[in-house]
């Protein structure tokens, strides 16, 4: 029941639009965009490209959940609730990105 709602609250264009806000967060934090780029084995020239592609946003969201204090900046910075982020991922991942485990 849970999921259902998150996706009520929340429609693909408006989970796209979050994850390229949290990518261009991302890029604008010189601590963090190494860190990114090395967990992901993106490159710089990758940012740009990728953008656009659902699996890539995908991989931003869920390096943004990783860690909480960086949700919380993100979200002070870019005026979302706290829990948008993740609502984002689960949006964009369907039903392909749900672990029971």
Known sequence: MISKVMKM???E??????????????VGNDDL???FLGATGAAADDLRAQAGDRAFQISVLEFLTM???WVMSFCDTSGHAYDAPLMA???????AGRHWT
């Open 13 to 26: 264009e408006a989970a796209q639009v979050l994850a390229l806000q949290a990518l261009a967060w991302l």
């Open 89 to 95: 991922r689960n949006v964009l991942a369907g039903e």
């Open 67 to 69: 860690d909480d204090a």
């Open 33 to 35: 965009v190494g860190v």
């Open 9 to 11: 609250a929340m429609n």
